[in-house]
Protein backbone atom coordinates (compact mmCIF):
# COMPACT_ATOMS: atom_id res chain seq x y z
CA UNK A 1 0.00 0.00 0.00
CA UNK A 2 1.04 3.59 -0.80
CA UNK A 3 1.00 6.19 1.85
CA UNK A 4 -0.47 8.99 1.25
CA UNK A 5 1.47 12.71 1.79
CA UNK A 6 1.25 13.32 5.31
CA UNK A 7 1.64 15.97 7.46
CA UNK A 8 1.33 16.97 11.32
CA UNK A 9 -1.41 20.01 11.89
CA UNK A 10 -2.34 22.00 14.84
CA UNK A 11 -5.69 21.31 15.81
CA UNK A 12 -8.32 23.42 14.29
CA UNK A 13 -12.11 23.47 14.56
CA UNK A 14 -12.26 23.36 10.83
CA UNK A 15 -11.56 19.43 11.18
CA UNK A 16 -14.27 18.64 13.78
CA UNK A 17 -16.43 16.43 11.92
CA UNK A 18 -13.00 14.26 11.16
CA UNK A 19 -12.10 14.33 14.39
CA UNK A 20 -15.54 13.12 16.06
CA UNK A 21 -15.43 10.47 13.55
CA UNK A 22 -12.01 9.48 15.07
CA UNK A 23 -13.12 9.71 18.56
CA UNK A 24 -16.25 7.55 17.61
CA UNK A 25 -13.81 4.84 15.75
CA UNK A 26 -11.63 4.89 19.23
CA UNK A 27 -14.82 4.58 21.43
CA UNK A 28 -16.24 1.54 19.17
CA UNK A 29 -12.55 -0.07 19.66
CA UNK A 30 -13.38 0.40 23.36
CA UNK A 31 -10.44 2.65 23.85
CA UNK A 32 -11.36 5.90 25.95
CA UNK A 33 -9.85 8.19 24.05
CA UNK A 34 -12.43 10.68 24.57
CA UNK A 35 -15.82 9.41 25.43
CA UNK A 36 -17.62 11.55 23.39
CA UNK A 37 -17.01 14.78 21.02
CA UNK A 38 -16.59 18.05 22.62
CA UNK A 39 -19.99 19.70 22.80
CA UNK A 40 -17.89 22.90 22.16
CA UNK A 41 -15.44 22.19 19.79
CA UNK A 42 -13.44 25.54 19.18
CA UNK A 43 -13.31 25.48 23.05
CA UNK A 44 -11.09 22.37 23.30
CA UNK A 45 -8.81 23.10 20.65
CA UNK A 46 -8.45 26.98 22.18
CA UNK A 47 -7.87 24.48 25.59
CA UNK A 48 -4.78 23.00 23.64
CA UNK A 49 -3.37 25.79 22.73
CA UNK A 50 -3.43 27.27 25.51
CA UNK A 51 -1.70 24.25 26.64
CA UNK A 52 0.70 25.03 24.07
CA UNK A 53 1.71 28.46 25.05
CA UNK A 54 1.99 27.51 28.46
CA UNK A 55 -1.35 29.70 29.94
CA UNK A 56 -3.27 27.98 32.82
CA UNK A 57 -1.77 25.30 33.38
CA UNK A 58 -2.63 22.55 36.23
CA UNK A 59 -0.55 21.75 38.99
CA UNK A 60 2.06 18.96 37.73
CA UNK A 61 1.43 20.16 34.27
CA UNK A 62 3.60 20.92 31.54
CA UNK A 63 3.52 23.04 28.17
CA UNK A 64 3.02 20.56 25.28
CA UNK A 65 1.77 21.12 21.70
CA UNK A 66 -1.08 18.21 20.51
CA UNK A 67 -0.32 17.86 16.63
CA UNK A 68 -2.89 15.95 13.90
CA UNK A 69 -1.44 13.62 11.63
CA UNK A 70 -3.65 13.73 8.25
CA UNK A 71 -3.56 12.60 5.03
CA UNK A 72 -3.09 15.64 1.99
CA UNK A 73 -7.26 15.09 1.30
CA UNK A 74 -7.47 16.67 5.35
CA UNK A 75 -8.44 12.76 7.07
CA UNK A 76 -6.94 13.11 10.49
CA UNK A 77 -4.98 9.16 10.75
CA UNK A 78 -4.09 9.78 14.48
CA UNK A 79 -2.30 12.71 17.21
CA UNK A 80 0.24 13.34 18.93
CA UNK A 81 1.25 15.25 21.91
CA UNK A 82 4.62 17.02 22.14
CA UNK A 83 5.76 17.84 25.88
CA UNK A 84 8.43 20.17 26.18
CA UNK A 85 9.78 18.71 29.38
CA UNK A 86 9.59 16.56 31.29
CA UNK A 87 8.32 16.33 35.50
CA UNK A 88 9.34 12.91 37.62
CA UNK A 89 6.64 11.14 37.25
CA UNK A 90 6.26 11.62 33.30
CA UNK A 91 10.08 10.45 33.24
CA UNK A 92 8.64 7.17 34.26
CA UNK A 93 6.08 7.08 32.00
CA UNK A 94 4.58 9.24 29.30
CA UNK A 95 7.59 10.63 28.27
CA UNK A 96 7.92 13.79 25.59
CA UNK A 97 5.73 11.93 23.15
CA UNK A 98 2.55 10.14 23.16
CA UNK A 99 0.50 9.30 20.16
CA UNK A 100 -2.49 7.24 18.99
CA UNK A 101 -3.58 6.47 15.57
CA UNK A 102 -7.37 5.50 14.58
CA UNK A 103 -8.13 1.78 14.84
CA UNK A 104 -9.16 1.88 10.98
CA UNK A 105 -5.38 3.40 10.20
CA UNK A 106 -3.29 1.03 11.99
CA UNK A 107 -0.81 -1.26 10.79
CA UNK A 108 -0.56 0.71 7.63
CA UNK A 109 2.85 2.96 8.88
CA UNK A 110 0.89 5.71 10.08
CA UNK A 111 2.60 5.29 13.44
CA UNK A 112 6.09 5.49 11.99
CA UNK A 113 5.41 8.41 10.20
CA UNK A 114 3.56 10.47 13.16
CA UNK A 115 6.61 9.43 15.61
CA UNK A 116 9.14 10.72 13.09
CA UNK A 117 7.52 13.98 12.07
CA UNK A 118 6.90 14.79 15.79
CA UNK A 119 10.57 14.49 16.83
CA UNK A 120 11.09 16.77 14.24
CA UNK A 121 8.81 19.11 15.83
CA UNK A 122 10.68 17.98 19.53
CA UNK A 123 13.76 19.36 17.30
CA UNK A 124 12.71 22.68 16.56
CA UNK A 125 12.18 23.09 20.12
CA UNK A 126 15.61 22.44 20.80
CA UNK A 127 15.21 19.31 22.56
CA UNK A 128 18.26 16.87 22.04
CA UNK A 129 17.05 13.77 23.37
CA UNK A 130 13.70 12.39 24.18
CA UNK A 131 12.18 10.26 26.49
CA UNK A 132 9.22 7.81 24.48
CA UNK A 133 7.38 5.13 26.98
CA UNK A 134 4.84 2.12 25.98
CA UNK A 135 3.05 -0.70 27.79
CA UNK A 136 6.05 -3.73 27.56
CA UNK A 137 2.94 -5.68 26.14
CA UNK A 138 2.32 -3.31 23.30
CA UNK A 139 4.44 -4.88 20.45
CA UNK A 140 3.25 -2.09 17.73
CA UNK A 141 4.78 0.73 19.70
CA UNK A 142 7.93 -0.76 20.82
CA UNK A 143 8.43 -1.51 17.31
CA UNK A 144 7.77 1.96 16.57
CA UNK A 145 9.65 3.26 18.70
CA UNK A 146 13.11 1.04 17.66
CA UNK A 147 12.33 2.03 14.21
CA UNK A 148 12.56 5.84 15.02
CA UNK A 149 16.04 5.19 16.71
CA UNK A 150 14.82 4.06 20.56
CA UNK A 151 17.08 2.60 22.92
CA UNK A 152 15.84 1.07 25.68
CA UNK A 153 16.97 2.21 28.73
CA UNK A 154 14.85 0.66 31.79
CA UNK A 155 11.57 -0.91 32.16
CA UNK A 156 9.29 0.45 34.99
CA UNK A 157 6.27 -0.72 36.64
CA UNK A 158 3.21 2.43 35.73
CA UNK A 159 1.78 3.84 39.08
CA UNK A 160 -1.88 4.01 37.50
CA UNK A 161 -2.13 0.20 35.73
CA UNK A 162 0.66 -1.65 37.27
CA UNK A 163 1.94 -3.20 33.88
CA UNK A 164 5.04 -3.03 32.79
CA UNK A 165 6.37 0.06 30.94
CA UNK A 166 9.31 0.37 28.98
CA UNK A 167 11.15 3.52 28.77
CA UNK A 168 13.19 4.56 25.64
CA UNK A 169 15.68 7.03 24.78
CA UNK A 170 15.79 8.51 20.94
CA UNK A 171 18.78 11.35 20.32
CA UNK A 172 17.75 14.08 18.58
Known amino acids: MKMK ?6 PTPDLEADFCEMAAEWREAGENKFKDCFS ?5 VKSLAKQK ?3 ELLPNRVPGSTYWLVTDDLRIVG ?3 LRHWLVPHLEKEGGHIGYDIRPSERKKGYGIAILSLT ?3 ARGLGLKEVIVTCDSD ?3 SLLITEKNGGQHISTAVSDRTGKQV ?3 KIVL
Open 5 to 10: NLKLVD
Open 40 to 44: DFALY
Open 119 to 121: LAK
Open 79 to 81: TSR
Open 166 to 168: NRY
Open 53 to 55: EAK
Open 138 to 140: NVG
